[in-house]
């Protein structure tokens, strides 16, 4: 349960079987309380609701009260959220969803609580449903094809915003996959974007990146900073650099690094958030220094620190930093030694954590294909990849999130786009590094058991554009040196992002850029591989 449970007057229980049992044999709904301690929000609710002594003696004696971090439990989440925080969700014993809502003050939760309390007296467990994206056992498939791609790309220019950058007219988002997306297929589209996420989003005083802005002109920010996101956002600027040669992107992903390395390092690994504040944010510089800086939850979030080590170790890749490589390498260790065994990953340092997730099993591979791309490190690497396609993968081709049991709705399939991407994306590149054949076909059929929503999909999800057209045109930059020599860092440099690098430390000295088995440009030194590569329209 979370710190902030003891700060109400609720009698919490935990999530698990008994908390649905004892529904069950009182005869009562549960009251499920979704929060997550970067939220101010869920604090707000916190004092002004659950710690008020009537609402909280009407919520003990009703319902059977349960409080779940979000964070910590990504099953419960993705199944119950009502696509915000803080979420509270009642339920049936069963775990049907009756009714829900997000942040609420006092009288719209009483009205809420009675509005529960006649339908689960008229109806019961029937006034109870299973949510939409539970109800399928498998995403739509179909097949891999360049439109997918196309459609993309006409996604991004149908909803870009020519007037303040960003895709959409409403919230924007930093959409840091959709970044990269662009980079090489809308490059105008993405600097643009950069720079209106650097010039709104970016805490020039502290660093990092606030999670996105309410206003279509990247006005009125959420000040909320997420490990994940910061993460995805330092390699979307350090691509950036890597393709435009501004320095202001890699000063941005470098500023965004000193913040990981400082703010979010928790001696061992990278912590999970740091909590909005819209009044210490706002402040002068010199009351920021006054003041207490929002609450860092420290928990080390494995699929997360996998992120971070991808996003820094391709700042380094680029800029030769020895800072993002050397926390890079310390939060890779910590998540492989604490985190990961016999190739299952545990979701956080917290006791009791989930194995095996999706979610975690994925960001760490992404980690460590990118550590064996840039360092030549690739650890667990195969053995993370080998034992999420023997226990996670369905036999669609798709994978489920977690294990197929669990309290309430957390054993009926769900199979998460997002990670399936950064799952296939890893595999596309461990493929590559390790010449087996057999990742590339579980990469392959992952993509194609979405492909059936491919034409409905908008510029959110672009990653998976991304990853398809990687698996219909494959392309390698093998080095035959092993990594850190002057050949293998210029091809780093020199690489399309989608492009994966091979160091081959049995190699003879020569680096040879593959377009599935056919060599299109090759070179024994630096300026050889420069030369082969600028003149090809690909670079």
């Known amino acids: 349960m979370d710190e902030f449970a003891a700060e109400t007057k609720v009698e919490w229980r935990e999530w698990g079987p008994e908390a ?70 009642f339920l049936t014993p069963e775990g049907e969803v009756i009714s829900g809502a997000t942040f609420l003050g006092p009288d719209g939760f009483r009205g809420i609580l009675d509005s529960v ?26 097949e891999l094809r360049p439109r997918i791609e196309e459609h993309m790309v006409e996604q991004l220019l149908g909803s870009f915003d020519e007037e303040f950058g960003g895709w959409g007219s409403d919230v924007k988002f930093p959409l840091a996959r959709t970044i990269e997306f662009a980079l090489v297929r809308a490059r105008d589209q993405a600097t643009r974007t950069l720079e ?76 999970g958030s740091q909590a909005g504040d819209d009044d210490y944010y706002q402040a002068s510089p010199t009351d920021r220094e006054d003041a207490d800086a929002p609450h860092v939850d420290t928990t080390v979030f494995a699929d997360r620190n996998g992120l971070a080590v991808d996003g820094l170790l391709w700042t380094h890749a680029y800029t030769g930093d020895a800072t993002a490589r050397r926390y890079a390498e310390r939060a890779r260790d910590y ?7 016999d190739g299952v990953v545990i979701h956080d340092d917290a006791a009791d954590s989930h194995r095996g997730l999706l979610v975690d099993q994925a960001g760490v591979l992404q980690g460590l294909t990118t550590s064996w791309q840039v360092l030549g490190e690739g650890g667990p690497a195969e053995a993370v990849a080998d034992w999420t396609i023997e226990q996670r993968r369905q036999d669609s081709g798709a994978f489920r999130d977690g294990p197929a049991s669990g309290a309430g709705l957390c054993g009926r399939s769900l199979h998460p786009l997002d990670s399936t991407v950064e799952l296939a994306d890893a595999l596309v590149d461990l493929a590559a590094l390790t010449g087996e054949d057999r990742y590339r076909a579980v990469a392959t059929e992952a993509v194609e058991s979405f492909a059936g929503a491919a034409e409905r999909m908008g510029v959110e999800v672009a990653g998976y554009a991304s990853v398809a057209a990687r698996l219909q045109d494959p392309q390698r930059l093998v080095v035959g040196t092993e990594a850190g ?54 670079q």
Not at 335 to 341: A, I, S, Y
């Open 20 to 89: 649905f049992e004892r529904a069950a044999g009182s005869g009562k709904p549960l009251l499920l309380s979704l929060t997550v301690p970067w939220s101010p929000e869920c604090r707000a609710m916190d004092r002004g609701v659950f710690g008020e002594p009537r609402i909280a003696a009407n919520i003990n004696d009703g319902f059977v009260p349960v409080r779940v971090d979000a964070d910590r439990n990504p099953l419960v989440r993705e199944r119950y959220t009502m696509g915000g925080f803080p979420s509270t969700v």
């Open 196 to 271: 209106a996420v650097q010039t709104h989003l970016l805490d020039t005083y502290d660093g990092g990146f606030y999670r996105y802005a309410t206003g279509r002109d990247w006005s009125n920010p959420r000040r909320e900073k997420l490990l994940d996101e910061n993460a995805a956002l330092v390699r979307a600027f350090a691509h950036g650099y890597r393709y435009t040669g501004t320095e202001a992107y890699r000063d941005t992903a470098m500023r965004t690094v000193e913040y990981l390395t400082t703010e979010l390092w928790t001696g061992d690994a990278f912590a």
């Open 117 to 142: 309390r006649e339908s689960w007296d008229a109806k019961g467990a029937t006034a109870g449903s299973v949510p939409r994206q539970l109800q399928d056992e498998a995403p739509p498939a179909g």
């Open 335 to 341: 998540v492989c030694t604490e985190l990961v065994g």
């Open 485 to 538: 020599t002057d050949l293998h860092r210029a091809a780093l440099r020199m690489a399309d992002h989608e492009t994966t690098v091979v160091p081959d430390p049995d190699g003879d000295g020569v680096a040879r850029r593959f377009e599935g088995d056919t060599v299109t440009a090759e070179g024994a030194t630096p300026g050889e591989l420069e030369a082969a590569l600028t003149g090809d329209s690909k």
